[in-house]
């Protein structure tokens, strides 16, 4: 198949939209397909991402004032810094970036600005250039399907252009259209976009049963619904270079990779680690919360921030973890990608939730980790039975980190579902 996908979202980007389809193109790929992608010059370089083989065509197009002038700006930092050998094994030093410097406040407020006029936000300004590539993609080398990565929504609507030009059109939903972050001014326009996908795409697919079950109410929508989650990659592409951060063997080495918001927050964490000098709570994030900043003041043996690490890196150093750390969301119901990458690390999950959260049964039902409710004494007592455990020799008694009950969450496995879906569209 000629498989044409429509992705604001893919490397250089490090959002897990972008490693979700830098992964599944790679392994359409090497199954014999090709694949054209349509996305954003973003500008910098990708660092520690997945490779992108050369049989990938490529379209990059301006991605819009506001987002262009900041590629530009990225393009001419990168040209000052020559790559370094960490950079070409698919890493870089580890920065305590706050994220809140004057440059930093300049582009929120820009992009602030630009997402107040434009639909859905700052990233809709793509959406003239992308038209336009769009068009002459169809008309000089038409693709057997079109895939649109949502976010942005604006993928969702070139994605209809597509379907009403007769290209059989797959829409990946990570969340829906009109999602509890939609702002007021545009929440009637993404409910009508949401609307349209459901009636006119030919498949749907989103991350989670929840996700699936939503369209269903909103729109009548139960057939060629697919649940394709995120995944974790069983080939990553290591050097085999050691990460250059260590993991004290006597202790309790706790890690977390990802991001914090308002809805996922480490407090309780924090609290019950100052109890258990023995622990160590390691973060990779680019930006964290005050407190957690506040944490590493105050306990400066127990807290360690890493600061941004590149994708690679973080899944190498996730396998040297004595423990993985997640923290639940407010909704139940959403699972984060990075859960699938800590299946794929071997290593067992700490999650801190609910004991009825989607996230706390599928560890449960994998035997992957422990769940434990998110407060501070219950995490308390949770430190001291693993510490000891560990001291013990017995911290993975009673799990199964083997890679049998998690491969239907590999990459190449997710991949191989979506050559068979886009295949039931051509038959």
Not at 24 to 43: D, F, K, N, Q
Not at 50 to 70: C, F, K, Q
Request: with cysteine; charged share 25%; net charge positive.
């Amino acid at each position: 198949m000629h498989v044409l996908l429509i992705a604001y979202e893919f490397p250089p980007s490090p959002s897990p939209q972008s490693l979700r389809w830098a992964y599944l193109s790679r392994h359409l790929a090497a199954r014999g397909h090709r694949v054209t992608v349509l996305t954003i010059h973003l500008g910098g370089r990708a660092i520690g991402l997945p490779d992108i083989p050369p049989s990938i065509g490529v379209h990059r197009t301006y991605a819009g004032p506001v987002r262009g002038t900041l590629a530009a700006l990225r393009d001419r930092k990168s040209r000052r810094q020559a790559p370094s050998r960490l950079d070409a094994a698919g890493g870089g030093e580890a920065s305590r970036h706050s994220g809140h410097g004057w440059k930093q406040a300049l582009s929120d407020g820009l992009q602030g600005l630009a997402a107040k006029v434009v639909f859905p936000d700052v990233r809709g300004e793509w959406f003239p250039w992308a038209r336009r590539r769009l068009l002459s993609l169809l008309e000089t080398d038409r693709p057997d399907v079109a895939i649109s990565s949502h976010e942005p929504a604006t993928t969702l609507e070139l994605g209809l252009m597509a379907r009403e030009r007769g290209v059989p059109w797959i829409a990946d939903l990570g969340d829906p259209v009109l999602a509890s972050y939609t702002p007021a001014r545009w929440r009637r326009r993404s409910f009508r976009l949401e609307q349209a996908v459901c009636r006119q795409a030919d498949h749907i697919i989103v991350t989670t049963p929840t996700a699936a079950g939503l369209l269903a109410d909103r729109h009548q929508r139960h057939e060629r619904v697919s649940v394709l989650t995120q995944g974790f990659e069983s080939a990553t592409g290591f050097d085999g270079t050691a990460p250059s951060i260590d993991f004290d063997p006597g202790r309790l080495e706790l890690l977390y990779t990802g991001s914090f918001y308002s809805f996922r927050r480490p407090d309780e964490l924090l609290r019950a680690l100052a109890a258990h000098p023995g622990v160590r709570l390691n973060v990779a994030a680019v930006t964290v919360p005050e407190e957690l900043l506040e944490a590493a003041r105050r306990l400066p043996s127990q807290v360690r921030l890493l600061g941004f690490l590149p994708h690679r890196r973080a899944l190498q150093l996730q396998r040297g973890a004595d423990v993985l750390v997640n923290i639940g969301n407010q909704d139940p119901a959403q699972v984060p990608g990075k859960i699938y990458e800590y299946l794929g690390s071997g290593r067992p999950i700490l999650h801190l939730g609910t004991d009825d959260d989607a996230i706390s049964r599928l560890i449960g039902q994998l035997k992957r980790g422990w769940n434990c409710e998110n407060h501070a004494a219950a995490v308390s007592r949770w430190m001291e039975d693993t510490a000891q455990a560990k001291t013990d020799g017995s911290l993975d008694q009673g799990l199964d980190l083997t890679g049998d009950r998690i491969a239907e969450y590999s990459w190449e496995r997710l991949a191989s579902r979506l050559e068979a879906i886009a295949q039931s569209l051509l038959r």
